[in-house]
Protein backbone atom coordinates (compact mmCIF):
# COMPACT_ATOMS: atom_id res chain seq x y z
CA UNK A 1 0.00 0.00 0.00
CA UNK A 2 1.41 3.02 -1.24
CA UNK A 3 -0.62 6.06 -0.02
CA UNK A 4 -0.32 9.65 0.18
CA UNK A 5 -2.43 11.69 2.71
CA UNK A 6 -3.41 15.75 1.36
CA UNK A 7 -5.08 18.21 3.73
CA UNK A 8 -4.16 21.58 4.66
CA UNK A 9 -2.55 22.09 8.53
CA UNK A 10 -4.36 20.83 11.35
CA UNK A 11 -6.39 18.31 9.55
CA UNK A 12 -5.54 15.59 11.38
CA UNK A 13 -3.00 14.11 8.68
CA UNK A 14 -0.22 12.72 11.48
CA UNK A 15 -3.08 11.02 13.54
CA UNK A 16 -4.31 8.95 10.65
CA UNK A 17 -0.70 8.48 8.98
CA UNK A 18 0.52 6.50 12.49
CA UNK A 19 -3.01 4.53 12.32
CA UNK A 20 -2.71 3.81 8.74
CA UNK A 21 1.15 2.53 9.61
CA UNK A 22 0.50 -0.02 12.21
CA UNK A 23 -2.91 -1.56 10.23
CA UNK A 24 -0.88 -2.03 7.36
CA UNK A 25 2.70 -2.69 8.60
CA UNK A 26 3.89 0.22 6.16
CA UNK A 27 6.58 2.79 7.13
CA UNK A 28 5.17 6.79 7.06
CA UNK A 29 7.94 9.06 5.28
CA UNK A 30 8.66 12.29 6.42
CA UNK A 31 10.93 14.40 3.46
CA UNK A 32 12.19 16.13 6.62
CA UNK A 33 13.54 12.81 8.89
CA UNK A 34 14.78 11.41 5.00
CA UNK A 35 16.88 14.41 4.47
CA UNK A 36 18.75 14.52 8.22
CA UNK A 37 19.04 10.45 7.77
CA UNK A 38 20.66 11.05 4.45
CA UNK A 39 23.05 13.66 5.71
CA UNK A 40 24.06 11.74 8.63
CA UNK A 41 24.32 8.87 6.95
CA UNK A 42 26.52 10.79 4.61
CA UNK A 43 25.16 9.33 1.41
CA UNK A 44 26.00 10.93 -2.17
CA UNK A 45 22.63 12.64 -2.29
CA UNK A 46 22.62 13.32 1.22
CA UNK A 47 26.11 15.33 0.92
CA UNK A 48 24.62 17.59 -1.64
CA UNK A 49 21.39 18.42 0.48
CA UNK A 50 23.83 19.02 3.60
CA UNK A 51 25.59 21.78 1.94
CA UNK A 52 22.16 23.55 0.51
CA UNK A 53 20.58 22.77 3.85
CA UNK A 54 23.44 24.28 6.03
CA UNK A 55 23.16 27.63 3.85
CA UNK A 56 19.51 27.92 4.38
CA UNK A 57 18.43 27.23 1.14
CA UNK A 58 15.75 25.31 -0.44
CA UNK A 59 16.79 21.19 -1.69
CA UNK A 60 15.42 21.03 -5.09
CA UNK A 61 13.19 18.45 -6.45
CA UNK A 62 15.68 16.53 -7.93
CA UNK A 63 17.72 15.56 -4.78
CA UNK A 64 14.49 14.69 -2.82
CA UNK A 65 13.08 12.65 -4.97
CA UNK A 66 17.03 10.86 -5.19
CA UNK A 67 16.72 10.53 -1.47
CA UNK A 68 13.07 8.74 -1.51
CA UNK A 69 14.70 6.43 -4.46
CA UNK A 70 17.20 5.77 -1.83
CA UNK A 71 14.51 5.15 0.81
CA UNK A 72 11.88 2.97 -0.48
CA UNK A 73 14.58 0.48 -1.53
CA UNK A 74 14.82 -0.40 2.00
CA UNK A 75 13.56 -3.90 3.40
CA UNK A 76 11.27 -1.65 5.51
CA UNK A 77 9.54 -0.27 2.92
CA UNK A 78 8.80 -3.73 1.25
CA UNK A 79 4.77 -3.46 2.36
CA UNK A 80 4.75 0.05 1.04
CA UNK A 81 4.93 3.55 2.64
CA UNK A 82 2.99 6.63 3.51
CA UNK A 83 4.49 10.06 1.83
CA UNK A 84 4.37 13.03 4.51
CA UNK A 85 5.24 16.55 3.62
CA UNK A 86 5.72 15.13 -0.37
CA UNK A 87 4.52 16.23 -2.69
CA UNK A 88 4.02 19.67 -2.77
CA UNK A 89 3.31 20.56 -5.51
CA UNK A 90 2.33 19.61 -9.02
CA UNK A 91 6.29 18.99 -10.83
CA UNK A 92 6.89 16.76 -7.87
CA UNK A 93 3.99 14.72 -7.82
CA UNK A 94 5.15 14.17 -11.82
CA UNK A 95 8.54 13.75 -10.75
CA UNK A 96 7.57 11.25 -7.83
CA UNK A 97 5.07 9.11 -10.31
CA UNK A 98 7.96 8.88 -13.08
CA UNK A 99 10.00 7.67 -10.02
CA UNK A 100 7.82 5.37 -8.74
CA UNK A 101 7.23 4.04 -12.90
CA UNK A 102 11.10 3.27 -13.13
CA UNK A 103 10.55 1.29 -10.38
CA UNK A 104 7.56 -1.07 -11.36
CA UNK A 105 5.54 0.74 -8.65
CA UNK A 106 2.24 3.02 -8.27
CA UNK A 107 0.73 4.99 -6.11
CA UNK A 108 -2.69 3.36 -4.68
CA UNK A 109 -4.33 6.51 -3.54
CA UNK A 110 -3.74 10.09 -2.85
CA UNK A 111 -6.42 10.83 0.71
CA UNK A 112 -7.27 14.15 1.09
CA UNK A 113 -8.92 15.43 4.53
CA UNK A 114 -11.61 17.89 3.39
CA UNK A 115 -11.84 20.39 6.31
CA UNK A 116 -13.51 23.60 7.05
CA UNK A 117 -10.74 26.07 7.17
CA UNK A 118 -12.54 28.75 9.79
CA UNK A 119 -13.29 25.50 11.96
CA UNK A 120 -9.96 25.08 12.19
CA UNK A 121 -9.24 28.38 13.45
CA UNK A 122 -11.67 28.18 15.75
CA UNK A 123 -10.12 24.66 17.06
CA UNK A 124 -6.11 25.99 17.25
CA UNK A 125 -7.76 29.13 19.65
CA UNK A 126 -9.72 27.00 21.70
CA UNK A 127 -6.20 24.81 21.82
CA UNK A 128 -4.02 27.44 22.49
CA UNK A 129 -6.56 28.66 25.06
CA UNK A 130 -6.98 25.86 27.15
CA UNK A 131 -2.36 25.05 26.96
CA UNK A 132 -2.28 28.87 28.37
CA UNK A 133 -4.73 28.16 30.77
CA UNK A 134 -2.80 24.96 31.77
CA UNK A 135 0.15 26.93 32.01
CA UNK A 136 1.49 24.53 29.26
CA UNK A 137 4.43 26.47 26.64
CA UNK A 138 2.19 27.00 23.04
CA UNK A 139 4.74 26.15 20.29
CA UNK A 140 5.32 29.02 17.85
CA UNK A 141 4.30 27.40 14.80
CA UNK A 142 0.81 26.45 16.83
CA UNK A 143 -0.89 29.62 16.65
CA UNK A 144 -3.93 31.14 14.77
CA UNK A 145 -1.46 33.84 13.03
CA UNK A 146 0.82 30.93 11.81
CA UNK A 147 -2.19 28.98 10.79
CA UNK A 148 -3.70 31.43 8.22
CA UNK A 149 -0.23 31.95 6.96
CA UNK A 150 0.18 28.44 6.45
CA UNK A 151 -3.57 27.84 4.83
CA UNK A 152 -2.58 30.49 2.86
CA UNK A 153 0.40 28.44 1.35
CA UNK A 154 -1.24 25.29 1.42
CA UNK A 155 -4.03 26.76 -1.15
CA UNK A 156 -1.43 28.55 -3.58
CA UNK A 157 0.92 25.54 -3.71
CA UNK A 158 -0.51 22.31 -2.46
CA UNK A 159 -4.45 22.73 -3.33
CA UNK A 160 -3.58 22.09 -7.06
CA UNK A 161 -2.70 18.49 -6.46
CA UNK A 162 -6.20 17.51 -4.99
CA UNK A 163 -7.43 18.64 -8.85
CA UNK A 164 -3.85 16.50 -10.28
CA UNK A 165 -5.04 13.03 -8.69
CA UNK A 166 -8.53 13.72 -9.16
CA UNK A 167 -7.86 13.40 -13.10
CA UNK A 168 -5.12 10.45 -12.46
CA UNK A 169 -8.20 9.22 -10.60
CA UNK A 170 -6.20 8.50 -7.59
CA UNK A 171 -7.96 11.02 -5.55
CA UNK A 172 -10.31 9.91 -1.99
CA UNK A 173 -11.84 12.34 -0.23
CA UNK A 174 -12.79 12.31 3.05
CA UNK A 175 -14.34 14.65 5.31
CA UNK A 176 -12.12 15.38 7.85
CA UNK A 177 -14.55 17.59 10.55
CA UNK A 178 -15.81 13.71 11.58
CA UNK A 179 -14.60 12.58 14.96
CA UNK A 180 -11.23 10.36 14.20
CA UNK A 181 -12.45 7.82 14.56
CA UNK A 182 -15.25 7.76 12.08
CA UNK A 183 -12.61 9.47 9.69
CA UNK A 184 -10.40 6.18 10.44
CA UNK A 185 -13.16 3.93 9.75
CA UNK A 186 -14.10 5.68 6.19
CA UNK A 187 -10.37 5.40 5.22
CA UNK A 188 -10.63 1.91 5.96
CA UNK A 189 -13.21 1.71 4.09
CA UNK A 190 -12.07 3.22 0.63
CA UNK A 191 -8.82 1.88 1.25
CA UNK A 192 -10.02 -2.11 1.50
CA UNK A 193 -12.44 -1.25 -1.64
CA UNK A 194 -9.39 -0.30 -3.61
CA UNK A 195 -7.38 -3.45 -2.55
CA UNK A 196 -10.21 -5.84 -3.47
CA UNK A 197 -10.80 -4.33 -6.55
CA UNK A 198 -7.39 -5.25 -7.03
CA UNK A 199 -7.07 -8.70 -6.27
CA UNK A 200 -8.81 -10.42 -9.11
CA UNK A 201 -6.58 -8.74 -11.72
CA UNK A 202 -3.61 -9.88 -9.44
CA UNK A 203 -4.95 -13.43 -9.52
CA UNK A 204 -5.89 -13.25 -13.59
CA UNK A 205 -2.24 -12.17 -14.58
CA UNK A 206 -1.00 -15.36 -12.24
CA UNK A 207 -3.05 -17.76 -14.29
CA UNK A 208 -2.19 -16.16 -17.59
CA UNK A 209 1.87 -16.31 -16.40
CA UNK A 210 1.16 -20.20 -15.19
CA UNK A 211 -0.14 -20.95 -18.76
CA UNK A 212 2.82 -18.82 -20.36
CA UNK A 213 5.48 -20.96 -18.57
CA UNK A 214 3.71 -24.26 -19.44
CA UNK A 215 3.60 -23.43 -22.74
CA UNK A 216 7.44 -22.60 -22.52
CA UNK A 217 8.08 -25.86 -20.71
CA UNK A 218 6.95 -27.86 -23.85
CA UNK A 219 8.48 -26.11 -26.22
CA UNK A 220 11.72 -27.08 -24.92
CA UNK A 221 11.07 -30.45 -25.79
CA UNK A 222 10.92 -30.28 -29.45
CA UNK A 223 12.12 -33.78 -30.60
CA UNK A 224 9.35 -35.37 -28.11
CA UNK A 225 6.47 -32.97 -29.87
CA UNK A 226 7.57 -34.27 -33.44
CA UNK A 227 7.70 -37.97 -32.30
CA UNK A 228 4.07 -37.22 -30.87
CA UNK A 229 2.79 -35.41 -34.41
CA UNK A 230 4.27 -38.03 -36.01
CA UNK A 231 2.53 -41.26 -34.53
CA UNK A 232 -0.53 -38.92 -34.61
CA UNK A 233 -0.69 -38.73 -38.44
CA UNK A 234 0.11 -42.46 -38.74
CA UNK A 235 -2.67 -43.40 -36.86
CA UNK A 236 -5.40 -42.62 -39.38
CA UNK A 237 -3.25 -43.61 -42.06
CA UNK A 238 -3.11 -47.37 -40.20
CA UNK A 239 -7.31 -46.77 -39.92
CA UNK A 240 -8.10 -46.26 -43.06
CA UNK A 241 -5.75 -48.95 -44.80
CA UNK A 242 -7.10 -51.44 -42.20
CA UNK A 243 -10.78 -50.49 -43.69
CA UNK A 244 -9.45 -50.47 -46.84
CA UNK A 245 -8.57 -54.61 -46.76
CA UNK A 246 -11.43 -55.56 -44.97
CA UNK A 247 -13.96 -53.57 -47.34
CA UNK A 248 -13.04 -55.63 -50.10
CA UNK A 249 -12.73 -59.15 -48.56
CA UNK A 250 -16.57 -58.58 -46.97
CA UNK A 251 -17.59 -57.32 -50.58
CA UNK A 252 -16.45 -60.60 -51.96
CA UNK A 253 -17.40 -63.07 -49.41
CA UNK A 254 -21.05 -61.56 -49.82
CA UNK A 255 -20.61 -61.85 -53.51
CA UNK A 256 -19.27 -65.09 -53.56
CA UNK A 257 -21.91 -66.57 -51.10
CA UNK A 258 -24.98 -64.84 -53.12
CA UNK A 259 -24.27 -66.81 -56.14
CA UNK A 260 -23.66 -69.84 -54.51
CA UNK A 261 -26.96 -69.65 -52.82
CA UNK A 262 -28.62 -69.05 -56.50
CA UNK A 263 -27.21 -71.80 -58.04
CA UNK A 264 -28.49 -74.06 -55.23
CA UNK A 265 -32.21 -72.96 -55.57
CA UNK A 266 -31.76 -73.15 -58.94
CA UNK A 267 -30.52 -76.79 -58.93
CA UNK A 268 -33.24 -77.97 -56.20
CA UNK A 269 -36.64 -77.62 -58.00
CA UNK A 270 -35.10 -80.03 -60.85
CA UNK A 271 -34.86 -82.72 -58.58
CA UNK A 272 -37.04 -82.37 -55.13
CA UNK A 273 -39.16 -79.08 -55.51
CA UNK A 274 -42.26 -78.23 -56.16
CA UNK A 275 -41.81 -77.48 -59.94
CA UNK A 276 -40.93 -81.86 -60.19
CA UNK A 277 -44.67 -82.49 -58.64
CA UNK A 278 -46.27 -79.66 -60.92
CA UNK A 279 -45.01 -81.83 -63.69
CA UNK A 280 -46.24 -85.29 -62.75
CA UNK A 281 -50.19 -83.67 -62.17
CA UNK A 282 -50.57 -82.13 -66.00
CA UNK A 283 -49.15 -85.94 -66.98
CA UNK A 284 -51.98 -87.62 -64.76
CA UNK A 285 -54.86 -85.18 -65.90
CA UNK A 286 -54.09 -85.81 -69.79
CA UNK A 287 -54.26 -89.60 -69.08
CA UNK A 288 -58.03 -89.28 -67.35
CA UNK A 289 -59.29 -86.78 -70.06
CA UNK A 290 -58.27 -89.81 -72.69
CA UNK A 291 -59.67 -92.82 -70.92
CA UNK A 292 -63.14 -90.73 -70.48
CA UNK A 293 -62.70 -89.47 -74.03
CA UNK A 294 -62.04 -93.57 -75.19
CA UNK A 295 -65.24 -94.49 -72.77
CA UNK A 296 -67.88 -92.08 -74.27
CA UNK A 297 -66.53 -92.90 -77.66
CA UNK A 298 -67.19 -96.70 -77.14
CA UNK A 299 -70.83 -95.99 -75.96
CA UNK A 300 -71.56 -94.11 -78.50
CA UNK A 301 -70.41 -96.99 -81.07
CA UNK A 302 -72.53 -99.37 -79.23
CA UNK A 303 -76.26 -97.57 -79.89
CA UNK A 304 -76.43 -98.08 -83.04
CA UNK A 305 -75.76 -101.85 -82.95
CA UNK A 306 -78.78 -102.39 -80.47
CA UNK A 307 -81.14 -101.05 -83.28
Known sequence: MRLILL????????????????RHHIV????????RAAVAAETEVGLKAKDIMASGGLVPDEIVIGIISDRIELPDAANGFILD??????????????LLKSKGLKLDAAVELRVNESALLNRVEARVAQMTARGETVRIDDTPEVLSKRLASYRTSTEPLVHYYSEKRKLVTIDGMMSIEEVTLEINRVLAAIMA????????????????????????????????TAKLAKKPAKKAKKTAVKAPKKAVKKSAKKPAKVAKKATKPVSKGKTAKTGKKPAKKTARVVKKAAKSTAKATKKPAKR
Open 7 to 22: GPPGAGKGTQAHRLVE
Open 28 to 35: QLSTGDML
Open 85 to 98: GFPRTVPQAEALDS
Open 197 to 228: AEKPVKKVAGKSAKKTSAKKVTAVKPESAAVK
